[in-house]
C-alpha cells in the first residue's frame, strides 16, 4: 500500500471539503497504512503549522461525524510543501521520501498538462500513481492529448481519473441491483423497458462557483461525466467480473454504442436553459446572469437534456434521457427505469388503465422503490397504485474516501480509463458543436420551479 499522498492544490476547496474528510474517515476505520504522510503542496507562503490549522478547521467542519482521535491523527500526518510548477526543484521537494507516492492533482483543469510534465521532469518513484480530477480535459481534443501526454510519462495503470460518483454506494448499488436479481434480469432490455430516466437535479443554484461554472455548465459539468457513467451501470452486459479490465470494458462497449447525433437529433432530442431569479425554498436567489462573476454572453447552460439512444441488440427502441439543473424547485436525484404497459388485461376502461411499473433508485438520499398496480379494497374492482420501498444503510466510507482508499491501494476499477474518457466526450461532442450553432435556443426557467416547460 503507498503509504505518502501528495495532493496538489492542497490549499483547495476539493482539499478540505472532500480529501481531508475522506481519509479522517479511512483513519477512523482502520484503513490507513501505519506510517501514512500527507503532503499538502500549495503556492501559499505557509509554514506546517499554518496547513495544520487549515486542515484542522476544514475537518472540524465537514468530518462532524468523524472520531475526533481519526481528525487529529489526519492533521498531525500532514506537512505542507510550497509549490512551484515551473521550478523543478520545488516539485522533487513535494516528492521527497521513500517509496512510491500517490500525486493527487487537485488544480484547474487547465493546469493539469502542466502538472503532469512537471512530473515526468522531476522522476516519480515506480509504482506511483498519479489522480487526476475532473474534468479531464474540455473537449474531445484537450481529452486526448492529455491522454497522450500521461501515456508519454507513465503506465495506464498508474493513472486514476476520478468520477466520485462511481464510488457512491447508492451509485453502484444500481449495478448490484440490476444485476443479482432474477425477477429484473429477463426484463432488462427494450423489449419490456421503455424509458431510463437518469437525474440530478439540484436546488443549490451557483453558490459562488462562477469561476469554474461559467465556463464548463451542466452539460460538460454533469452530463459528460457523472451522467454518462450512470448510464454504462445501467445499460452495461454483465461483466464477467468486477475487476478493473471487465468492468472498464463493458462500460466503454455502451459508450460506443451510443448512436451519434445528427444536426436534427441534437434539434429535437437535447435541450438546454438556464434559471430566472426565483424562490427556492425559503431563499430568494437572482438570475443566473446577475450572479457575481457570471458573463451572460458566455450562453452558459445551467440545465442540460438529452435523449440517448443505443445501436445494441439489448437496448434498441428504449429512450435513456439524462436531465441535470441548477436552482430548481426540489432535489431529485434518482435512476428511473419505467416497464412498458402489459399487452392487455381484464380491468380494461371504463375502469382506469394501468400506470407503468416504475423501479426508482435514489442517488441522494439513498433508496430504492418499485411502484406496480393492484386492485384496490373498495366495492368495485379499480386499479390502485402499490408501492414497494426499502432504505439502505448510510455508506460506510463517503466517496472520496473510497477513491482514496483505491488510489493508495492501486485498485484501478473505478478509474475513468483514457479511451472511456474520450469515448465520454465523442457522445457529447455533436451536442456541444449544435448548441454552439444554436440548433437549440437557450431556454429560461425560474429559479424554484421544475425547470423549463
Ligand atoms: N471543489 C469541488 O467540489 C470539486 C468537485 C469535483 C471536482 N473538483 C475538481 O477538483 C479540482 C480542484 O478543485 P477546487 O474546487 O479545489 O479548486 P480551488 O479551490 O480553486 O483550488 C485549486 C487549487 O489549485 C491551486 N493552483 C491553482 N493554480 C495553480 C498553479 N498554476 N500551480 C499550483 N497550484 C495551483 C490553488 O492554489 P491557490 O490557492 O494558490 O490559488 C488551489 O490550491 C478541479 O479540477 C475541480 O474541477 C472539485
Redesign the pocket.
Known amino acids: 500500500m503507498i503509504e505518502r499522498l501528495v495532493v ?8 478540505g ?2 480529501l481531508l474528510p475522506g481519509l479522517a474517515a479511512l483513519g477512523a476505520s482502520e484503513r490507513l497504512p501505519e506510517r501514512f504522510e500527507l503532503v499538502g503542496a ?3 507562503d505557509w509554514d506546517d503549522e499554518q496547513f495544520r490549522n487549515w486542515a484542522a478547521d476544514w475537518l472540524e467542519r465537514e468530518a462532524t461525524d468523524i472520531d475526533a482521535g481519526a481528525r487529529t491523527a489526519v492533521v498531525d500526518a500532514t506537512r505542507y510543501q510550497r ?1 512551484d ?1 515551473a521550478d523543478p526543484a520545488s516539485v522533487s521537494a513535494c516528492l521527497a521520501g521513500q517509496g512510491p507516492v500517490a500525486v493527487y492533482l ?4 487547465a ?1 493539469f498538462p ?1 502538472a503532469v510534465s512537471a512530473l515526468h521532469q522531476a522522476g516519480l518513484p515506480p509504482d506511483s500513481q498519479v489522480v487526476v ?3 479531464f480535459g474540455e473537449d474531445l481534443e484537450s481529452a486526448r492529448a492529455l491522454n497522450r501526454l500521461l501515456a508519454e510519462e507513465m503506465d495506464e495503470r498508474h493513472v486514476f481519473r476520478v468520477d ?1 460518483f462511481l464510488a457512491m454506494t447508492t451509485v453502484r448499488n444500481v449495478l448490484g441491483t440490476r444485476l443479482t436479481n432474477r425477477v429484473l434480469e429477463p426484463l432488462w432490455n427494450s423489449t419490456h423497458i421503455e424509458e431510463i430516466e437518469i437525474v440530478w437535479d439540484e436546488s443549490l443554484a451557483l453558490e459562488g462557483r462562477a469561476g ?1 461554472y461559467d465556463r464548463v455548465g451542466a452539460l460538460k459539468d454533469m452530463v459528460q461525466n457523472h451522467l454518462l457513467q450512470l448510464l454504462c451501470l445501467v445499460a452495461m452486459e454483465p461483466p464477467s467480473s468486477l475487476g478493473e479490465r471487465d468492468l472498464r470494458d463493458r462500460k466503454v462497449e455502451v459508450l460506443r454504442s451510443v448512436r451519434p447525433f445528427e444536426d436534427a437529433d441534437v434539434a429535437s432530442r437535447t435541450r438546454r436553459a438556464r434559471y430566472r431569479a426565483g424562490r427556492v425554498g425559503e431563499r430568494d436567489i437572482p438570475a443566473y446572469v446577475d450572479e457575481d462573476g457570471v458573463t451572460p454572453e458566455h450562453g452558459t447552460e445551467t440545465f442540460a437534456e438529452v435523449v440517448l439512444e443505443l445501436n445494441s441488440r439489448r437496448w434498441s427502441g428504449t429512450r435513456f434521457r439524462l436531465r441535470t439543473g441548477k436552482a430548481l424547485g426540489r432535489d431529485r436525484m434518482e435512476v428511473v427505469v419505467r416497464f412498458r404497459p402489459v399487452p392487455d388485461h381484464p380491468f380494461a376502461p371504463p375502469l382506469q388503465t394501468a400506470a407503468p411499473n416504475l423501479l426508482r433508485f435514489g442517488l441522494e438520499p439513498e433508496g430504492l422503490s418499485l411502484e406496480l398496480t393492484g386492485t384496490g379494497s373498495g366495492a368495485k374492482a379499480s386499479l390502485v397504485p402499490l408501492t414497494l420501498s426499502a432504505e439502505m444503510e448510510p455508506p460506510e466510507l463517503p466517496a472520496y474516501g473510497r477513491i482514496l482508499l483505491d488510489v493508495l491501494t492501486g485498485n484501478s476499477a473505478l478509474s475513468i480509463r483514457g479511451d472511456e474518457a474520450e469515448e465520454a466526450w465523442r457522445v457529447v461532442t455533436p451536442v456541444i458543436e449544435g448548441w454552439a450553432r444554436d440548433l437549440v435556443p437557450l431556454e429560461e426557467y425560474d429559479g424554484g420551479s421544475n425547470g423549463p416547460v
Request: net charge positive; proline share 12%.
Open positions: 496538489f492544490g492542497g490549499t483547495g476547496d476539493l482539499m471539503r472532500y500549495g503556492r501559499h509549490l510548477l487537485s488544480l484547474p483543469p493546469v502542466i480530477e475532473k474534468p466520485h469554474y
